[in-house]
């Protein structure tokens, strides 16, 4: 009885269209803190609050992250719960591998304007690379993209056609499909087909590839990162964090995974 109520709800939310599929999953996916926001000032990181406006009128919050007189700059696109301010120590990490950094905050999350959708979540995107382009004149050959998790299929789909420095996918997958199908099942899956679809897209991306994932990873499966590096053109490298689960690849990595971050850096954006 349970499994033919199941089997007809399913049908129900497939016959009913697009948009309460999407609906759904996004009342399930996204993980926002609009609460809880930290400054840069109660962690002792120097760093400059912005407001950026996308290309629908949205304004979103922004830390910038100077690194000296360097161009070189990388955006860094944060993972699902939580928000922006949350990442500032990663990102202060990575400032102090060389680089500027932009910690974008995406529309729905922490100070930012808006609801959150996977659509927007690329605008927003689009807005960092703008900002940096437009307002810091950062080339986009010295713009380097570091997406985590669901930050990596953003990643993916904005750095389509760019030339771009490099691109660091951290903990991401191959679809929403296969990330939901791996972890609780083909139903979700089917449900979430065609939704941060990475895999029809890295084929474009045109600059140097570093992929991280643990190899414990409870929440996106190994095998889905590996399925995504295996469909990206070279060149491409994956790092298995060996003993790292979804949200402690920093602390696990430890020192040789800094130090394999900084190292891309450095090779992509002399």
């Given at each position: 009885?349970?499994?033919?109520?199941?089997?007809?709800?399913?049908l129900a939310i497939l016959a009913s269209g697009m948009g309460f599929r999407e609906w759904l999953l996004?009342?399930?996916?996204?993980?926002?803190?609009?609460?809880?926001v930290l400054t840069p000032e109660e962690l002792e990181i120097e760093a400059e609050e912005l407001r950026?406006?996308?290309?629908?009128?949205?304004?979103?919050?922004?830390?910038?992250?100077?690194?000296?007189?360097?161009?070189?700059?990388?955006?860094?696109?944060?993972?699902?719960?939580?928000?922006?301010?949350?990442?500032?120590?990663?990102?202060?990490?990575?400032?102090?591998?060389?680089?500027?950094?932009?910690?974008?905050?995406?529309?729905?999350?922490?100070?930012?304007?808006?609801?959150?959708?996977?659509?927007?979540?690329?605008?927003?995107?689009?807005?960092?690379?703008?900002?940096?382009?437009?307002?810091?004149?950062?080339?986009?050959?010295?713009?380097?993209?570091?997406?985590?998790?669901?930050?990596?299929?953003?990643?993916?789909?904005?750095?389509?056609?760019?030339?771009?420095?490099?691109?660091?996918?951290?903990?991401?997958?191959?679809?929403?499909?296969?990330?939901?199908?791996?972890?609780?099942?083909?139903?979700?899956?089917?449900?979430?087909?065609?939704?941060?679809?990475?895999?029809?897209?890295?084929?474009?991306?045109?600059?140097?590839?570093?992929?991280?994932?643990?190899?414990?990873?409870?929440?996106?499966?190994?095998?889905?990162?590996?399925?995504?590096?295996?469909?990206?053109?070279?060149?491409?490298?994956?790092?298995?964090?060996?003993?790292?689960?979804?949200?402690?690849?920093?602390?696990?990595?430890?020192?040789d995974y800094a130090r394999r971050i900084e190292r891309f850096i450095h090779e992509v954006a002399p």
């Amino acid at each position: 009885m349970k499994s033919l109520l199941a089997s007809t709800l399913l049908l129900a939310i497939l016959a009913s269209g697009m948009g309460f599929r999407e609906w759904l999953l996004s009342s399930i996916l996204y993980q926002p803190d609009n609460d809880f926001v930290l400054t840069p000032e109660e962690l002792e990181i120097e760093a400059e609050e912005l407001r950026i406006a996308t290309e629908d009128g949205i304004r979103i919050q922004a830390y910038w992250l100077s690194f000296e007189q360097t161009d070189r700059s990388l955006l860094f696109l944060h993972g699902n719960a939580g928000n922006a301010s949350h990442r500032l120590e990663n990102a202060d990490m990575l400032r102090k591998m060389g680089t500027n950094v932009l910690l974008l905050e995406y529309r729905g999350y922490g100070r930012s304007e808006g609801s959150v959708s996977e659509n927007g979540l690329y605008a927003d995107a689009r807005a960092g690379i703008e900002y940096l382009v437009k307002q810091r004149g950062i080339p986009e050959n010295r713009i380097i993209l570091f997406g985590r998790s669901l930050g990596g299929a953003v990643a993916v789909d904005v750095a389509q056609d760019r030339d771009l420095a490099g691109v660091i996918l951290e903990s991401s997958f191959s679809s929403l499909s296969d990330a939901a199908a791996s972890l609780v099942g083909l139903p979700i899956g089917w449900l979430a087909s065609g939704l941060y679809d990475s895999i029809s897209k890295i084929g474009r991306v045109r600059a140097p590839l570093l992929f991280f994932h643990g190899d414990r990873d409870e929440i996106i499966r190994y095998r889905v990162g590996q399925r995504l590096f295996e469909a990206a053109p070279e060149p491409k490298q994956f790092v298995t964090l060996k003993g790292a689960h979804h949200n402690d690849t920093v602390s696990v990595g430890g020192g040789d995974y800094a130090r394999r971050i900084e190292r891309f850096i450095h090779e992509v954006a002399p």
